[in-house]
């Protein structure tokens, strides 16, 4: 825990600054922050989460995320016969994503999810299928190894509803300056 405070006046250096680094909003309701090849600074808040987003997914890389402030709920999946029907498809991750696969039908069942609060860290192998929902103005560092620019995830989606999009894009300028208000004000409480 020694570490948390000096992570979180680095983590306060970069909010005070940050209409002046290159924000993008995922649809999963978060402003994201590339920093160099380490990872991404998120910014959890739901008022950016894209209409009818499908939040179970995975990942092509394996992940660390420590939790800067707030709290965080991480849930997993894992498919099981006689499991909750999803549809299942694979993409092509980034920018640039798109589908590369039809949609076929898998069974899932949801496992005991997992709270994480500030100092906490958890991973995520890439294949784990997840879910992750946020307390609005959650701050967290993502690890991240990836070897190449573009990978391959699968997303789910309950049977019987339309997928939806996370696609990143680039933040709107009074997006930045709301989201990150909200948690410089929250930290100071």
Not at 112 to 133: L, N, V
Not at 146 to 170: I, L
Request: hydrophobic share 40%.
């Amino acid at each position: 825990m020694a570490l948390l405070p000096a992570l979180q006046l680095a983590v306060l250096a970069i909010l005070d600054g940050a209409q002046h680094y290159g924000w993008s909003v995922q649809g999963f309701g978060m402003l994201r922050l590339y920093i160099r090849d380490v990872g991404r600074l998120h910014i959890w808040d739901r008022s950016l989460r894209y209409p009818n987003v499908t939040m179970v997914h995975n990942h092509s890389w394996d992940l660390k995320s420590s939790v800067v402030m707030g709290t965080l709920l991480n849930t997993r999946f894992v498919p099981t016969a006689g499991g909750q029907p999803f549809h299942c498809q694979r993409l092509i991750t980034g920018y640039d994503s798109q589908m590369v696969s039809s949609p076929t039908l898998v069974e899932l069942s949801q496992q005991e999810s997992e709270w994480y609060g500030p100092g906490e860290i958890y991973t995520q192998q890439a294949q784990e299928i997840h879910r992750t929902d946020a307390e609005d103005g959650t701050v967290t560092i993502m690890e991240r190894k990836e070897d190449v620019v573009e990978g391959y995830a699968d997303v789910y989606w309950p049977s019987g509803t339309e997928w939806g999009t996370a696609k990143p894009r680039a933040a709107m300028p009074e997006e930045i300056r709301r989201v990150v208000g909200n948690v410089l004000e929250k930290w100071k409480s």
